[in-house]
């Protein structure tokens, strides 16, 4: 079940974003610098955020990259619609907020027709069912996920943030239009590190994912121009099969 709507012919270097988490501003200018035309888009997070992030967030908007900001935004009502406001005057083509019924309202208020693709978060991919139930949770992390999903849905957001595993349940709670993200992508062989849900990226375009984020296997690579050009062969493959 490959992506389906208005993102089945993105093609695949658009769908791949690459996280910039590393150390700091200078680090993550250099990868990009090095990466090139290899990658069109990119993920700043709370890591690079509060090192400089965000002016680098408007450098790269000027040099044409798509950028996905993951603050994964939670608080009242109000503090969430004017952040979400402030968000979008940069630009950016991506925002995530924690997938809660009225955050997710707050937020699509306060993106008021700017273009941003608003993402709610359902379930984090270091997490898995135990790790809910040590949070207090009853749910197991698909039924959350779904859960959530369809709140996002209800709330007018853009997507969801979701492992790949959920991503061909997700299809049928969000139809066809709405953007599924998915962290937690290893190609074949990789270490998958702090992750538990993971997915190769073949696997999740064809599990429905419309987009994959790429953390270590591009930038902790040794080659990142190549392992960045081999990943977007793999997902050209799986999109033509």
Not at 51 to 79: C, N, P, Y
Not at 175 to 200: C, F, L, N, Y
């Amino acid at each position: 079940m490959t992506a389906t709507g208005k993102y089945a012919d993105l093609n695949a270097r658009d769908r791949m974003i690459v996280a910039l988490d590393l150390p700091g501003v200078d680090e993550a200018r250099q990868l990009v610098d090095r990466l090139g035309d290899s990658v069109s888009f990119y993920k700043i997070g709370f890591q690079l955020v509060l090192s400089g992030g965000l002016e680098l967030a408007r450098q790269l908007k000027q040099e044409d990259k798509q950028v996905f900001l993951d603050m994964k935004l939670l608080d009242i009502d109000a503090t969430v619609e004017k952040a979400v406001a402030n968000a979008a005057r940069l630009g950016i083509d991506m925002l995530t907020i924690h997938a809660y019924p009225k955050a997710m309202r707050a937020a699509v208020a306060g993106a008021n027709g700017s273009g941003v693709c608003l993402l709610g978060v359902t379930v984090l991919t270091s997490m898995d069912d135990g790790d809910l139930a040590d949070a207090g949770y009853a749910s197991r992390a698909e039924e959350m996920v779904a859960a959530r999903a369809a709140d996002a849905r209800a709330a007018g957001m853009c997507g969801v943030v979701a492992s790949a595993h959920e991503a061909a349940m997700l299809r049928s709670v969000l139809g066809p239009d709405m953007a599924i993200v998915t962290p937690g992508i290893r190609p074949a062989g990789s270490e998958k590190g702090d992750q538990k849900r993971v997915m190769t990226p073949a696997e999740a375009l064809a599990a429905g994912a419309t987009h994959l984020v790429i953390g270590r296997p591009v930038n902790a690579a040794h080659d990142p121009v190549s392992a960045a050009n081999t990943i977007v062969a793999e997902m050209e493959t799986a999109q033509n099969a």
